[in-house]
């Protein structure tokens, strides 16, 4: 699972390449799990400002499909961590691991 909120604010809108770059990163793993695990994540796009992310991993996995989408969730987070140490004023990524 995992939440993105708010906004870079590190461009005028539609020129803001801190958030447009968060943006394809998550949207890209969401569509590699579905290329290439045939799993539907559970996704909430809220507002129409966008701004908002909210993705679940279904709970009826088999071990093999839970582990791959794990990696390509994790491939994200990589690159969202790449991402927050070259923009870090503008961007900061918080991990709960429970």
């Known amino acids: 699972m995992?939440?993105?909120s708010g906004h870079a604010e590190a461009g005028p809108q539609g020129q803001d390449i801190v958030c447009a770059g968060a943006s394809a990163v998550?949207?890209?793993a969401i569509n590699a799990v579905h290329a290439l695990?045939?799993?539907?994540?559970?996704?909430?796009?809220?507002?129409?400002?966008g701004g908002y992310l909210h993705c679940e991993v279904p709970e009826n996995l088999d071990?093999?499909?839970?582990?791959?989408?794990?990696?390509?969730?994790?491939?994200m987070e990589l690159s969202l961590h790449s991402m927050e140490q070259s923009y870090r004023?503008?961007?900061?990524i918080e991990t709960d691991r429970r």
């Open 89 to 92: 004023s503008f961007m900061s």
């Open 26 to 28: 998550s949207i890209g």
């Open 37 to 49: 695990c045939g799993v539907d994540l559970v996704v909430d796009l809220a507002g129409s400002e």
């Open 63 to 75: 071990t093999k499909t839970y582990d791959q989408v794990q990696l390509l969730l994790k491939g």
């Open 2 to 4: 995992f939440t993105m």
